[in-house]
């Protein structure tokens, strides 16, 4: 199984990118997207479960839409109004984690390699 991740890029702040997850193999229960900032933790961003429920950090709710397209067994993250602490490296998952831990990056057995947002002001 295999996660590839693009779409990143150098944006002004206020403006728009989509990120685009590809997976090839089986499938999962959740996919989700993480960052890393430079000099701070992987944090969650937001994830995508099964059943097309959606998760999302609180400081992206109503700027970001996770999404998923079972049938190209894609992941994409729309993401608008993006603010300079939005600079981050951009990371897709894939995993079973249980409902209640889904925000956590241990629930997530597959990692894309990551895709670099930059947000200028």
């Known amino acids: 199984v295999q996660l590839q991740a693009s779409g990143g890029g150098l944006v002004q702040a206020g403006g728009s990118l989509r990120l685009t997850c590809t997976a090839s193999?089986?499938?999962?229960?959740?996919y989700a997207w993480f960052r890393q900032a430079p000099g701070k933790e992987r944090e969650f961003v937001a994830a995508f479960n099964y059943n097309s429920d959606t998760y999302y950090t609180d400081s992206v709710k109503g700027r970001f839409t996770i999404s998923r397209v079972h049938t190209k067994n894609t992941l994409y993250l729309e993401m608008n109004s993006l603010k300079l602490e939005d600079t981050a490296v951009y990371y897709c998952?894939?995993?079973?984690?249980?409902?209640?831990?889904?925000?956590?990056?241990?629930?997530?057995?597959?990692w894309g390699q990551g895709t670099l947002v930059t947000v200028s002001s």
């Open positions: 193999g089986r499938t999962f229960r959740s």
């Open positions: 998952a894939a995993g079973d984690p249980i409902l209640s831990s889904i925000r956590a990056s241990a629930g997530y057995r597959v």
